[in-house]
C-alpha cells in the first residue's frame, strides 16, 4: 500500500434522524465536540475546518458556539458528495503546511418530503420543474429499472439490501431506523418510483458529523490506533453518462463518474478491490447499492443476484456493506452524510463497533458518495 | 381569447400538423435536447442548426411519479387531492438521442422497455394569461389519443 501523509485521529457524530428545535450548527457542535474527545486535542488545536451543509449556507459559522480562535474556516458543498470534499480539503490543509490539525465537519437539517428547489440551481430550464421532471427520486427508478433489465436482476435482490441496512440499523444503537423489516414487507410496500417501492428509499433527515485528521508522523502522540487516508478522489459526469436530471441523453454510453472515481482511488492506495475489508456504498435507494457494488468493482454487473443471496453484503459476509444500516437506515443530511460513513469506517477499523463489528481484524475500509449533478467521490482509510 | 400554448418556447413546434421536439445540432451530428443556441465543440464556440427530432421511438427505461411534485417547482392544474400518478421515461429517439418525457400511460404493468413510443402533444396546466399550457409526452404506438396526464 502506498505511504500516507495524513491520520485520522477522532471522529465524532451527532446521531441522524429528527430533532425539532435543535439547529443543524447545534448538532454540528455535538459532533465536534465528541470527534475532539475522541482524538483527545482541544478545540483551540485546531488550525484548519472545513464544513458542508446544504441547508446552513455558512457552517463555518459553527466556530461561533464552538470558540472564536480564529481558525481559517471555510465551507464546502459538493452535493451528496460533500463529506468526502471537506475531508479532502482538510487533508490538503495538512499536506500543503497549513496546519498540523484540521477538521472537517458536516451538518445539516433538511424539512420533510423530497428534495424540491428550482431547477436553475442546477442549470436547467423553468419548465423542467413546472413539468415535474425535476425529482432526483425519477433517476434511481430509470436507473435499477434498465440495470434489473440489462443484467437479471430482480426485485427480491432490492429487498435483501433494504432488509440488511434495517438488520443493521437495529444493531446500531445509533441509527434513526432501528425495526428490522422482512423482505415481504419491503416488496409489499407501495411503489414510489418503480420498481422502487416506499422501503427501498433513504429520506432526508437532520444530523451531524466531524473527523480530525493529523499530520501521519504526528497522529501517534494522540491516539494509538490512526487510521490514515490512503485515496480520496472526486469525478464529475463524463459525456453519455446516465446521471441525475438530465432532460436528454446521447445515444453513445459512458460509465458513471464512480466507475472513474473508483478506478483513481485504488490506484492512489495501491490497492484493489479484493483488499477491502468493510465499505460504506452510497444507498441513496436499494437500487444504488446494487449498482454501486459493480460500478466500484466488487463483483461484475448482474453478480450481486448471487452474491446477495448468499449473504456476502451482510456483517458477517466477505464483503460487509453499510454496517451501520447507512443511508437506509440513517437517512441523509447531505452535508454530514459522507462523515458519517468515514465515522462507521473508523469505528470498524478500530474494532469498537459492537455488536455491528465485522469479525476479524478489518484493515481497509472504502467509502463512497454519489449523488446531484452527477459526481462520485471515493475515500480509502486503512489501519 | 385563451389558446393552446407551448409550456416554454422551443420546446416542440406548434401549431404543427405534425408537431416535432426541436434539437440543436452540432457539425459533428451530436444533438442536443433541449434546443441552445451555441456549444463549446472541440473547443469552438459554435451556432447550433435547429433540427426537429424523430416523433417514434424506443422506451429506453421509466419509473412512476407516484405523489404530486413538489409545488413550485411542478405547475401541473392539480392539486394533492387530483393529482393521478404518472410515468416518466427515456425515449430512444433513433439517431438522435434519448429523450427525458412524460409517459401518458401510468401504468407499470403496460409498459415495457423495448415498446414502440410516439410523440404526442398533450394539456398540461394554465399560464398566467389564462391560456392552457401543452407539454410534450410519448405514448405507447396505437393508444387512443386524448388519454394523457388525466387531461380527457
Given at each position: 500500500?502506498?505511504?500516507?501523509?495524513?491520520?485520522?485521529?477522532?471522529?465524532?457524530?451527532?446521531?441522524f434522524?429528527?430533532?425539532?428545535?435543535?439547529?443543524?450548527?447545534?448538532m454540528?457542535?455535538?459532533?465536534?465536540?465528541?470527534?475532539?474527545?475522541?482524538?483527545?486535542?482541544?478545540?483551540?488545536a485546531i488550525?484548519?475546518l472545513?464544513?458542508?451543509?446544504?441547508?446552513?449556507k455558512?457552517?463555518?459559522?459553527i466556530?461561533?458556539?464552538?470558540?472564536?480562535?480564529?481558525?481559517?474556516?471555510?465551507a464546502v458543498?459538493t452535493?451528496?458528495?460533500?463529506?468526502?470534499?471537506?475531508?479532502?480539503m482538510?487533508?490538503?490543509?495538512?499536506?500543503l503546511g497549513d496546519?498540523?490539525?484540521?477538521?472537517?465537519?458536516?451538518?445539516?437539517?433538511?424539512?420533510?418530503?423530497?428534495?424540491?428547489?428550482?431547477?436553475?440551481?442546477?442549470g436547467?430550464?423553468?419548465?423542467y420543474?413546472?413539468?415535474?421532471l425535476?425529482?432526483?427520486?425519477?433517476?434511481?427508478?430509470?436507473?435499477?429499472?434498465?440495470?434489473?433489465?440489462?443484467?437479471?436482476?430482480?426485485p427480491v435482490?432490492?429487498?435483501?439490501?433494504?432488509?440488511?441496512?434495517?438488520?443493521?440499523?437495529?444493531?446500531?444503537?445509533?441509527?434513526?431506523?432501528?425495526t428490522p423489516m422482512t423482505?415481504?414487507?419491503?416488496?409489499?410496500?407501495q411503489?414510489?418510483?418503480?420498481?422502487?417501492?416506499?422501503?427501498?428509499?433513504?429520506?432526508p433527515?437532520e444530523?451531524?458529523?466531524a473527523v480530525?485528521?493529523?499530520r501521519?508522523?504526528?497522529?501517534?502522540?494522540?491516539?494509538?490506533?490512526?487510521?490514515?487516508l490512503?485515496?480520496?478522489?472526486?469525478?464529475?459526469?463524463?459525456?453519455?453518462?446516465f446521471?441525475l436530471l438530465?432532460?436528454?441523453?446521447p445515444?453513445?454510453?459512458?460509465?458513471?463518474p464512480?466507475?472513474?472515481?473508483?478506478?483513481?482511488?485504488?490506484?492512489?492506495a495501491?490497492?484493489g478491490?479484493?483488499?477491502?475489508?468493510?465499505?460504506?456504498?452510497q444507498?441513496?435507494?436499494?437500487?444504488?447499492?446494487v449498482?454501486?457494488?459493480a460500478?466500484?468493482?466488487?463483483?461484475?454487473?448482474?453478480?450481486?443476484?448471487?452474491?446477495?443471496?448468499?449473504?456476502a453484503?451482510?456483517?458477517?459476509?466477505k464483503?460487509?456493506?453499510?454496517?451501520?444500516?447507512?443511508?437506509?437506515?440513517?437517512g441523509?443530511?447531505?452535508?454530514a452524510?459522507?462523515l458519517?460513513?468515514?465515522?462507521e469506517?473508523v469505528?470498524?477499523?478500530?474494532?469498537?463497533?459492537?455488536d455491528?463489528?465485522?469479525a476479524g481484524t478489518?484493515?481497509?475500509?472504502?467509502?463512497?458518495l454519489?449523488g446531484?449533478?452527477?459526481t462520485a467521490?471515493?475515500t480509502?482509510?486503512?489501519? | 381569447?385563451?389558446?393552446q400554448?407551448p409550456?416554454a418556447e422551443?420546446?416542440?413546434?406548434w401549431?404543427?400538423e405534425?408537431?416535432?421536439?426541436?434539437g440543436?445540432?452540432?457539425?459533428?451530428?451530436?444533438?442536443?435536447?433541449p434546443?441552445?443556441?451555441?456549444?463549446l465543440?472541440?473547443?469552438?464556440?459554435?451556432e447550433?442548426e435547429r433540427?426537429e427530432?424523430?416523433?417514434?421511438?424506443?422506451?429506453?427505461?421509466?419509473t412512476?411519479?407516484?405523489?404530486r411534485?413538489?409545488?413550485?417547482p411542478y405547475?401541473?392544474?392539480?392539486?394533492?387531492?387530483?393529482?393521478?400518478p404518472f410515468?416518466?421515461?427515456?425515449?430512444e429517439?433513433p439517431?438522435?438521442?434519448?429523450?427525458?418525457?412524460r409517459?401518458?400511460?401510468a401504468?407499470p404493468?403496460?409498459?415495457?422497455i423495448g415498446?414502440?413510443?410516439e410523440?404526442?402533444i398533450?394539456p398540461?396546466?394554465?399560464?398566467?394569461?389564462?391560456n392552457?399550457?401543452?407539454?410534450y409526452?410519448?405514448?405507447p404506438?396505437g393508444?387512443e389519443?386524448?388519454?394523457?396526464?388525466?387531461?380527457?
Open positions: 500500500m502506498a505511504p500516507s501523509d495524513v491520520a485520522i485521529i477522532g471522529t465524532g457524530l451527532h446521531p434522524g429528527r430533532y425539532p428545535g435543535k439547529s443543524a450548527l447545534e454540528g457542535e455535538d459532533a465536534v465536540i465528541e470527534a475532539l474527545a475522541d482524538a483527545g486535542v482541544e478545540w483551540s488550525q484548519a472545513y464544513a458542508g451543509s446544504m441547508e446552513v455558512n457552517p463555518e459559522a466556530v461561533g458556539l464552538l470558540g472564536l480562535t480564529g481558525v481559517p474556516g471555510r458543498f452535493g451528496c458528495a460533500t463529506g468526502a470534499t471537506s475531508l479532502a482538510a487533508a490538503n490543509a495538512i499536506r496546519a498540523d490539525i484540521a477538521i472537517a465537519i458536516g451538518l445539516d437539517k433538511h424539512p420533510r418530503g423530497a428534495f424540491s428547489d428550482h431547477p436553475s440551481v442546477s436547467l430550464p423553468g419548465w420543474g413546472e413539468a415535474g425535476f425529482l432526483t427520486t425519477h433517476f434511481f427508478g430509470m436507473k435499477i429499472n434498465r440495470y434489473m433489465h440489462d443484467f437479471g436482476i430482480t435482490t432490492l429487498a435483501r439490501t433494504a432488509a440488511k441496512a434495517f438488520r443493521n440499523g437495529a444493531a446500531n444503537p445509533r441509527a434513526w431506523r432501528r423482505e415481504e414487507q419491503i416488496l409489499e410496500s411503489y414510489l418510483n418503480y420498481p422502487l417501492t416506499q422501503y427501498m428509499y433513504c429520506s433527515d444530523g451531524a458529523a480530525v485528521l493529523a501521519a508522523d504526528l497522529a501517534s502522540k494522540y491516539t494509538d490506533k490512526p487510521i490514515y490512503r485515496a480520496s478522489t472526486l469525478f464529475s459526469r463524463r459525456e453519455g453518462a446521471e438530465s432532460p436528454s441523453l445515444l453513445e454510453t459512458a460509465p458513471s464512480t466507475v472513474f472515481a473508483s478506478q483513481a482511488a485504488y490506484e492512489q495501491g490497492i478491490p479484493e483488499d477491502v475489508d468493510v465499505a460504506q456504498l444507498d441513496t435507494d436499494a437500487g444504488s447499492e449498482i454501486h457494488l460500478e466500484n468493482g466488487f463483483c461484475k454487473d448482474g453478480e450481486q443476484e448471487t452474491l446477495l443471496a448468499e449473504g453484503t451482510e456483517i458477517g459476509g464483503l460487509p456493506v453499510n454496517t451501520d444500516g447507512g443511508l437506509l437506515a440513517n441523509e443530511p447531505v452535508g452524510s459522507g458519517r460513513q468515514i465515522h469506517l469505528t470498524q477499523l478500530r474494532g469498537r463497533a459492537g455491528r463489528q465485522v478489518p484493515r481497509v475500509g472504502y467509502a463512497h454519489y446531484a449533478p452527477g467521490a471515493v480509502i482509510l486503512s489501519t | 381569447m385563451a389558446q400554448v409550456l422551443d420546446l416542440f413546434t401549431p404543427a405534425e408537431p416535432a421536439l426541436i440543436g445540432r452540432s457539425s459533428d451530428g451530436k444533438v442536443v435536447f434546443y441552445r443556441s451555441h456549444k465543440v472541440g473547443g469552438v464556440n459554435e447550433l433540427v427530432l424523430p416523433r417514434r421511438g424506443t422506451l429506453w427505461t421509466f412512476g411519479q407516484r405523489f411534485p413538489p409545488s413550485p405547475a401541473g392544474d392539480d392539486t394533492p387531492k387530483t393529482f393521478e410515468a416518466v421515461g427515456y425515449v429517439l439517431g438522435a438521442l434519448r429523450v427525458e418525457t409517459l401518458t400511460e401504468d404493468d403496460k409498459l415495457h415498446q414502440e413510443m410523440l404526442r398533450v398540461f396546466g394554465t399560464d398566467a394569461d389564462g392552457q399550457t401543452m407539454i409526452a410519448f405514448a404506438v393508444a389519443e386524448g388519454h394523457g396526464d388525466g387531461s380527457e
